[in-house]
T-cell receptor
Framework: RKEVEQDPGPFNVPEGATVAFNCTYS??????FFWYRQDCRKEPKLLMS???SGNEDGRFTAQLNRASQYISLLIRDSKLSDSATYLC???????????FGAGTRLAVHP | EAGVTQFPSHSVIEKGQTVTLRCDPI?????LYWYRRVMGKEIKFLLH????????ESGMPNNRFLAERTGGTYSTLKVQPAELEDSGVYFC?????????????FGPGTRLTVT
């Protein structure tokens, strides 16, 4: 079983749609959680950290459920520029390395 | 503020040759990480420096890989001799003091092709 699992997609949505991505992680002792965004042939860029209380940044909302070991990302009012791969990333604690999911591809069309 | 930089952006070498990748972290970041993405797989951790010391090298695939960070500034990752399965994108990341933030900032990567 992979340490971080994501639905690979692709999710094809029209502009303006709301789309949600889910992610599960296997290590219950994991300490920090993130969503990164990766454009084609580019580096991962931090989109947002994920907190137990949930957090929102503009059109993006992230939730963490520690009991179910589940992380989500909600994107409202999708833009063409949101097209990318969204990586669920977990810090298992200890030495601070990051564990990446394989990513979920989002394609927003006009 | 300058981000993480990596050199070269691309490298094509033959099996058995040696390649050295370089990473310059964000100024003031004590933590430096190397990751790798091979085709079709997720990004995987290789190792972590705190200043010039190796904190965690559990992800290094074998002894053909050697990472250094002399002086605690830039880092190099040498692959010697390179094998076909070493092809992929090598990312470097840096972060400030752990415990303050666990967020890591990535460089543009070096795309390595071994033929």
């Amino acid at each position: 079983r992979k340490e971080v699992e994501q639905d690979p997609g692709p999710f094809n949505v029209p502009e303006g749609a709301t789309v949600a991505f889910n992610c599960t992680y296997s290590n219950s002792a994991s300490q920090s959680f993130f969503w990164y965004r990766q454009d084609c042939r580019k580096e991962p860029k931090l989109l947002m950290s994920v907190y137990s209380s949930g957090n929102e940044d503009g059109r993006f909302t992230a939730q963490l459920n520690r009991a179910s070991q589940y992380i989500s990302l909600l994107i409202r009012d999708s833009k063409l520029s949101d097209s990318a791969t969204y990586l669920c990333v977990v810090n298992p604690g200890g030495y601070n390395k990051l564990i990446f999911g394989a990513g979920t591809r989002l394609a927003v069309h006009p | 503020e300058a981000g993480v930089t990596q050199f070269p952006s691309h490298s094509v070498i033959e099996k058995g040759q040696t390649v050295t990748l370089r990473c310059d972290p964000i100024s003031g970041h004590d933590n430096l990480y190397w990751y790798r993405r091979v085709m079709g797989k997720e990004i995987k951790f290789l190792l972590h420096f705190v200043k010039e010391s190796k904190q965690d090298e559990s992800g290094m695939p074998n002894n053909r890989f050697l990472a250094e960070r002399t002086g605690g500034t830039y880092s190099t990752l040498k692959v010697q001799p390179a094998e076909l399965e070493d092809s992929g994108v090598y990312f470097c990341a840096s972060s400030p003091i752990p415990g303050v933030s666990y967020e890591q900032y990535f460089g543009p990567g070096t795309r390595l092709t071994v033929t």
